[in-house]
């Protein structure tokens, strides 16, 4: 992965943020919760002539989504109250699905047969899902996808890998479960940050009743 769209590297190997660029980010995260669409922003920074992340590219839905999805962005240019919203707006237009008669419609299958976390759990240095891991000695781990998918390349350095063990007891005490309960999790929470000093911050479903 290369250096997500704002930053630069500097001579130390460092990365930091660029003034216009930020401005930019900025602009997109807030017309994306006022409603507009992927496709929309795309076509308004092509419109207004800003250059795209990558000079032979134009702006499109992936590279807008791409921005969207990049905790990167918190808290410098970004507060962490807007990245969450973002991905409450982002999820709940996954969820809604177009008929052929052009009603729309929840889709019913949120969570299908996958691990009730998966899909739950967010990186909160990449915006990346955290991914389950079935380690050879059997034990399950949880760990950043950039950092499964992209090893030593990736853009993510920092988010802790946490045992399934660890992440439910975490959940569990944030919830005042005595015990991990699905059903409870499945109902309640929107999404789930993992930290790099390992703690996890919780977003609920309904509202926005966020413990940042
Ligand atoms: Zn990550």
Same mark, same amino acid.
């Not at 930091?16 to 602009?27: K, L, N």
């Not at 949120?110 to 050879?136: D, F, H």
């Given at each position: 992965?290369?250096?997500?769209?704002?930053? @630069?590297? !500097?001579? &130390?190997?460092?990365? #930091?943020?660029?003034?216009?660029?930020? *401005?930019?980010?900025? #602009?997109?995260?807030?017309?994306?919760? $006022?409603?507009?669409?992927?496709?929309?922003? /795309? /076509?308004?920074?092509?419109?207004?002539?800003?250059?795209?992340?990558?000079?032979?590219?134009?702006?499109?839905? &992936?590279?807008? $989504?791409?921005?969207?999805?990049?905790?990167?962005?918190?808290?410098?240019?970004?507060? !962490?109250?807007?990245?969450?919203?973002?991905?409450?707006?982002?999820?709940?237009? +996954?969820?809604?699905?177009?008929?052929?008669?052009?009603?729309?419609?929840?889709?019913?299958? #949120?969570? &299908?047969?996958?691990?009730?976390?998966?899909?739950?759990?967010?990186? /909160?240095?990449?915006?990346?899902?955290?991914?389950? =891991?079935?380690?050879? +000695? +059997? @034990?399950?781990?949880?760990?950043?996808?950039?950092?499964?998918?992209?090893?030593?390349?990736?853009?993510?350095?920092?988010?802790?890998?946490?045992? $399934?063990?660890?992440?439910?007891?975490? =959940? +569990?005490?944030?919830?005042?479960?005595?015990?991990? $309960?699905?059903?409870?999790? #499945?109902?309640?929470?929107?999404?789930?940050?993992?930290?790099?000093?390992?703690?996890?911050?919780?977003?609920?479903?309904? *509202?926005? /009743?966020?413990?940042?």
């Amino acid at each position: 992965m290369a250096i997500p769209y704002g930053f @630069e590297k !500097m001579a &130390s190997g460092n990365v #930091r943020m660029v003034a216009p660029e930020i *401005g930019v980010v900025q #602009r997109i995260y807030q017309r994306y919760v $006022d409603g507009a669409s992927l496709g929309g922003i /795309a /076509a308004q920074l092509e419109a207004d002539k800003v250059v795209a992340p990558s000079s032979k590219d134009k702006w499109s839905r &992936s590279v807008i $989504d791409k921005i969207l999805s990049n905790g990167k962005y918190v808290p410098y240019a970004i507060p !962490m109250e807007l990245f969450v919203a973002v991905q409450f707006e982002k999820e709940s237009r +996954s969820n809604i699905q177009t008929n052929n008669d052009g009603s729309m419609q929840r889709k019913t299958t #949120r969570y &299908s047969s996958q691990n009730v976390l998966s899909g739950l759990l967010v990186c /909160a240095e990449c915006g990346s899902n955290y991914r389950r =891991i079935t380690k050879p +000695s +059997s @034990e399950v781990v949880w760990r950043c996808s950039d950092r499964v998918e992209n090893g030593k390349r990736s853009v993510c350095k920092h988010s802790p890998t946490i045992t $399934d063990i660890n992440i439910k007891a975490l =959940i +569990s005490e944030k919830l005042a479960l005595t015990v991990f $309960d699905e059903e409870t999790v #499945r109902r309640k929470l929107s999404h789930i940050l993992v930290k790099s000093n390992r703690q996890i911050d919780i977003a609920y479903s309904r *509202g926005l /009743a966020l413990h940042l």
